[in-house]
Structure formats: structure tokens, C-alpha cells
């Protein structure tokens, strides 16, 4: 199933659009996916990142130094991954904002993950966290479904002691479907990482695993946001509207 259409389901042209993924629950899994399907239309695909990122050896890796002192047309790959350099056997060190610019200067189709969430459905951003540049044309918000009706105590949260601090809440605080809306919703949430006017989406992840909190968190997440909203499973392959 094509997960490019949650951006174009009218069938609009998303050439020149830089993509920003943020939240948790899948953005690393969603950006490849999205990579791989937007290269059956267009020729430069770039795909980068704010942050650190996984290390994944089927991935076509050009270091930005390589990418700056030569011309992206020579590389026969596509999509290409654009990273600063090699940290360790696991991980990759992102790129500037600066040079994220120029790479989607010269791509059909920018992706980039703007913030980091250790594999976990939900999080609070730190002030250090990048924005998200205001050249992004697209801001896809990810929320993994098993982030639903848990405590902070079961580890579904991303800088718990921060998060808890932040919202004013304790352990035992339930993360019920309302909450959750109203993290990524709103401008005290993952929005204040957005300070223009891009198009916004929301996707929540893993519906094969939890297929009702996954379909309730997108309504009451529609309902509140007024933006396209869908959910469904990246590894299994589907998406469905709110």
C-alpha cells in the first residue's frame, strides 16, 4: 500500500517538497518506506536527518562532505542517504539545518526525521531539539498506538522524568486517548516545534498490534487537530483514514 498518497490523496504533485518526520513510533521505519516508493516517480530522492539515526547497511550512505564537493546526479542510488559522518557501528551523526537547505536545493524529494524518540511511541521534546525549518513543506507527526492506556511506568515515554516535570503528572498518570490528542496538538506539545505554516499529518503506527487504540487515538486526534489523520501499520503495510 502506497503511504506516499497520505500527502497527495488527490492525486496533487509533492515535487520539491521536504518532508519533516517527527514524534515517535516509527519515523526511521517511515522515512525508508516513503523513500523507497517516491523513487518509482522521481529521480532524486534524499533522505537525511536533524539527529542521530540507526545505522542500517542496506541503506545507500553518501557523508555530506562527499555530497558538498560533488554533484548528486553522479550517484546512480536511489534514494540516498545524506548523513554527516559515522559516530559508531549503530549510529550516524545528522546534518545542519544549513545543509539540509542545500540538499533539498538541489532533490525531486526531500525526508528527513527532525527529532529522535529512542524507538518509543511518545515523547517530550528538549529545548535543544531542532525545529523544524521553515523551508519543510510537509510535517508528518507519528504517535505509536501502544503509547495508549499505559503509565509512565511501563517505558512507553521517551525522557520520562522531563515528561513528567513537563505536564505535571506522576508515575501513575494514565495516558489516555485525550492526553495523548492533546500532546501532539497542541502548541504546548509537539507543535511548539513548528513556527510556520507547513502542511500537517498525523499518522499513528502499529494498528496490527493495537488495532482499537490505534483507530480511537485518530479520531479523537482528527477531531482535535482538524488535519489529515491516519493510522495502520508501516511493517505490515496499511493505512486507513480516521
Known amino acids: ?10 492525486n496533487d504533485s509533492i515535487a520539491n517538497s521536504c518532508i519533516a518526520l517527527i514524534g515517535g513510533g516509527g519515523k526511521t521505519s517511515l522515512m525508508r518506506k516513503l523513500g523507497k516508493e517516491l523513487t518509482t516517480k522521481y529521480q532524486k530522492v534524499i533522505l537525511s536527518s536533524l539527529t542521530k539515526s540507526r545505522y542500517n547497511v542496506d541503506d545507500n550512505i553518501v557523508y555530506y562532505k562527499q555530497f558538498a564537493s560533488d554533484d548528486i546526479q553522479i550517484h546512480n542510488d536511489n534514494p540516498v542517504f545524506i548523513m554527516k559522518s559515522r ?3 549503530y549510529k550516524l ?18 525526508i ?10 511518545l515523547k517530550v521534546h528538549n529545548d535543544y531539539d531542532p525545529m523544524v525549518p521553515d523551508f519543510a513543506t510537509h510535517v508528518i507527526i507519528l504517535v505509536g498506538a501502544d503509547a495508549v492506556n499505559v503509565k509512565i511506568s511501563d517505558n512507553k515515554v521517551h525522557r520520562p522524568s522531563l515528561f513528567k516535570e513537563y505536564w505535571n503528572i506522576t508515575d501513575n498518570c494514565i495516558l489516555d486517548y485525550d492526553f495523548i ?4 496538538t497542541s ?18 503506527n502499529k494498528s496490527d498490534d493495537y488495532s482499537e487504540q ?5 479520531q479523537h486526534i482528527s ?20
Open 93 to 110: 551523526i545528522g546534518i545542519s539545518e544549513s545543509e539540509l537547505h542545500n540538499i533539498y536545493k538541489v532533490s525531486d524529494i526531500t
Open 187 to 204: 502548541k504546548r506539545g509537539y507543535l511548539k516545534k513548528i513556527i510556520h505554516d507547513p502542511k500537517l499529518i498525523y499518522f499513528i
Open 1 to 10: 500500500m502506497d503511504f506516499h498518497r497520505i500527502m497527495n490523496e488527490n
Open 214 to 218: 490505534a483507530r480511537v487515538l485518530a
Open 223 to 242: 477531531k482535535r487537530s482538524n488535519c489529515p489523520t491516519y493510522y495502520g501499520s508501516i511493517e505490515s503495510n496499511y493505512w486507513k483514514h480516521a
Open 112 to 121: 528527513f526525521e527532525c527529532d529522535g524518540a529512542k524507538q518509543l511511541p
Open 181 to 184: 490528542a492533546k500532546i501532539v
Open 87 to 89: 559516530l559508531d557501528d
